[in-house]
């Protein structure tokens, strides 16, 4: 198997792929960058914590023009996993509004989005329909 | 007196906006200067009174705006701010001089936007950098490539859309078809407005059924770009009793000037959240003007997308809480009706040269207070809003008083 490295850093790869979130040990917000300190209280420590892998879509668009190299027409979305709020792409949902619905159930799933010169897979991640 | 001018009444003396649209032989300064010689003559003054420039402008930042206008219009030695903040730039530029008026730095001040963005394709977002041979972490989400399109969007139509789609999953009520029909009252309102980029109006069929960008907003229903200066001339209350009858009579106050940013919130860093800083910024706005939302004859707020007028309703109070979709249905945004909002053609048709919106909205309410509208004109305008939102977020609302002179 080619090796392979998440597309972004809070994204870890593995059996059970899932996303982690900085969580401010004072106030509890979450962030998904890397932090200079919480936007919320100005706290300064940070852990680690993993964001649940379902969720639910509270909003998307289905995007039909998008930067060069992006296949369109795709569904950005925001989905609530749990009590916080992530933005991805829905992905294997055919992208018209018979399709996609806020309100939604969906899980989060991976996909390869490219191999590089050293023959590395970059591995991105969606949300799928739940049962779909 | 420093004490004094906390309290001191503010208002605007004269303001111009040029035509919006194509611009070929015009550059920046050609722009800014008509919009400003235009103010300044609108006002009875000449650049020797002026005290400070607040100078707007986004796609040129880097440049010294202000002080290329000065070199065509008059080099006066005063200070000039040049400003930008996203599609607030106007806004911000047209504060600035306000509260140096306040200050009591000086007692008439200068602002301007203006931009050139005729044939600009869409605006997208800022991650976007081209992906490498081998895959290197970067930036603060340690990204391998661009993120944009692959984790979610940052297309101005994209998150826009999400906004006006996520009103209608808390509140219901909202359809493709009812976020169109905003786009055609707009639309519908540009043909009354010879300034406009876009005089042409259009049937819910032909926006429905036009190029779709990012569901549910097709092309008609997204802010156009386009070129186009704006300009006011500021003063103090104490000076304005010292100019002549008719420009006290022509003066327009400005009862209100709020600016805010988007305080934290769970998701917002997700999906920007419009929502609560425009709220605040009316919230603020009501309580400095001692006026309610039904004191409005009218609006003009930041549709630049259909999707966005939608939540503005809400956002600035002309509606209940959630009633956002039934407050459009009951034809009250529309230029007969009892909160006209856009009565300009509001982005998606006047168009949005992106600093000049925060003053060319403000031209079109006081245009109405003075009752030189024309064929446009709400009858008995008193009271009117101007309100712009810049991605990043910041918010501008100000609230325009009819002179009792
Ligand atoms: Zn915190």
């Known amino acids: 198997m080619a090796q392979q490295i998440p597309l972004v850093d809070y994204l870890v790869l593995g059996d059970n792929p899932h996303l982690v979130a900085q969580e401010c040990t004072s106030c509890g917000a979450r962030f998904f960058d890397r932090r200079n300190a919480c936007a919320s209280c100005g706290g300064t420590d940070f852990k680690q914590v993993d964001v649940a892998t379902t969720g639910e879509v509270r909003t998307f668009t289905i995007v039909s023009f998008a930067a060069p190299g992006i296949p369109v027409p795709f569904v950005a979305a925001v989905v609530d996993c749990e009590g916080t709020s992530v933005r991805a792409n829905l992905i294997n949902v055919t992208p018209d509004p018979e399709h996609v619905t806020t309100g939604m159930k969906v899980r989060l799933a991976t996909e390869v989005i490219g191999t590089d010169d050293n023959g590395t897979e970059a591995v991105g991640f969606g949300f799928e329909p739940l049962g779909g | ?405």
């Open chain 2, 1 to 405: 007196m420093a004490s004094a001018s906390a309290s001191e009444e503010l208002w605007i003396l004269g303001i111009h906006m040029t035509k919006f649209g194509k611009h070929p032989d015009k550059d920046l300064v050609d722009l800014a200067s008509e919009a400003v010689q235009g103010a300044l003559s609108d006002g009875g003054v000449t650049m020797k009174d002026i005290g400070i420039i607040g100078a707007g402008n986004l796609m040129m930042a880097m440049a010294p705006t202000g002080q290329m206008v000065q070199k065509q219009l008059g080099q006066t030695g005063i200070p000039v701010y040049n400003v930008s903040n996203a599609c607030a730039t106007g806004a911000t530029a047209l504060r600035v001089a306000l509260m140096a008026i306040k200050a009591g730095e000086t007692d008439m001040g200068l602002a301007f936007g203006v931009e050139k963005l005729a044939g600009a394709g869409l605006l997208a977002g800022g991650s976007r950098s081209a992906d490498s041979n081998t895959w290197t972490p970067h930036g603060r989400f340690g990204a391998v490539a661009a993120v944009d399109g692959r984790v979610g969007t940052e297309t101005m139509p994209g998150v826009f859309a999400q906004i006006g789609m996520e009103y209608g999953h808390k509140y219901g009520g909202t359809s493709f078809e009812l976020f169109a029909k905003i786009s055609e009252k707009n639309h519908a309102h540009s043909t009354l407005n010879p300034l406009a980029a876009y005089t042409k109006k259009m049937s819910l069929e032909q926006i429905m059924n036009d190029v779709m960008i990012a569901y549910p907003n097709t092309r008609p229903m997204c802010s156009a770009n386009c070129d186009g200066a704006a300009a006011a001339v500021v003063v103090s209350g104490s000076k304005l009793k010292t100019l002549s009858l008719e420009q006290q009579k022509r003066a327009v106050k400005i009862s209100a000037s709020v600016l805010t940013t988007d305080p934290y919130e769970e998701a917002c860093q997700i999906l920007p959240n419009v929502n609560t800083l425009t709220r605040r910024a009316a919230t603020q706005a009501y309580e400095q003007a001692g006026v309610s939302p039904a004191d409005l004859n009218l609006v003009e707020l930041h549709d630049c997308f259909a999707t966005a007028e939608l939540v503005h309703y809400d956002n600035l109070m002309l509606c209940e809480e959630g009633g956002a979709a039934d407050f459009f249905n009951s034809g009250a945004t529309w230029r007969d009706g009892k909160t006209p909002v856009n009565v300009s053609g509001g982005l998606e048709s006047k168009g949005h040269p992106i600093a000049a919106t925060g003053i060319a909205n403000v031209w079109e309410v006081a245009t109405h207070l003075r009752g030189e509208a024309g064929d446009r004109q709400i009858e008995g305008a008193k009271v009117g809003m101007t309100h712009v939102i810049g991605l990043g977020s910041a918010c501008g609302v100000h609230i325009l008083e009819k002179s009792a002179a």
